[in-house]
T-cell receptor, first 113, second 115 residues
């Protein structure tokens, strides 16, 4: 079946540091890949997505590239801010399979001023 | 747009009681999803509907859980009887279509505590 593996958190960084949150997946075919962000007390918001190999999703300074050869979709940001503190979820939607999303466990990111 | 609306936002109940969670999807969206979030298991898909019809309920934990979508603007998730292990945050999400790039939009969630 489908699965998503994320690095365990919490991840604590200083403001303006470089961020990488690793995500790898297992799926049949060529899934669509997503990063969602959850701020305290809120629902999930789509951060970025990529639907085919070598696509790069980007939003709010965050980027992730769909790497089919390594089945990865790592999230990066060059300079984080305190307001980026949240839980980040990597997810996939398989082609021709179940319509719902398969999520990773989430990575809690804490940015200190 | 008001986004996906869920109610109640918080629910505390005693074991054995019936619990009903409600969701109003974004107007015009024809797919609706119910997810459960716990510390141990993360986010799990429980059930989803296309055009008000349940398509896949394989994620529903057991017969105590049931979901309905009587019309395009309303869905319920019911737990009867509730148990402490049902304590979690329940999210509803909706989507406009079934194309590969269509995005799911999540509601704020209902935080359920069963004592």
């Amino acid at each position: 079946g489908n699965s998503v593996t994320q690095m365990e958190g919490p991840v604590t960084l200083s403001e303006e540091a470089f961020l990488t949150i690793n995500c790898t997946y297992t799926a049949t075919g060529y899934p669509s890949l997503f990063w969602y962000v959850q701020y305290p007390g809120e629902g999930l918001q789509l951060l970025l997505k990529a639907t085919k190999a070598d696509d790069k999703g980007s939003n709010k300074g965050f980027e992730a590239t769909y790497r089919k050869e390594t089945t990865s979709f790592h999230l990066e940001k060059g300079s984080v801010q305190v307001s980026d503190s949240a839980v980040y979820f990597c997810a996939l939607r398989s082609v021709g399979g179940a319509d719902g999303l398969t999520f990773g466990k989430g990575t809690h990111l804490i940015i200190q001023p | 747009d008001a986004g996906v609306i869920q109610s109640p936002r918080h629910e505390v109940t005693e074991m054995g009681q019936e619990v009903t969670l409600r969701c109003k999807p974004i107007s015009g969206h024809n797919s609706l999803f119910w997810y459960r979030q716990t510390m141990m298991r993360g986010l799990e898909l429980l059930i989803y509907f296309n055009n008000n019809v349940p398509i896949d309920d394989s994620g529903m934990p057991e017969d105590r859980f049931s979901a309905k979508m009587p019309n395009a603007s309303f869905s319920t998730l019911k737990i009867q009887p509730s148990e402490p292990r049902d304590s979690a945050v329940y999210f509803c999400a909706s989507r406009a279509g079934q194309g590969e790039e269509e995005t799911q939009y999540f509601g704020p969630g209902t935080r359920l505590l069963v004592l």
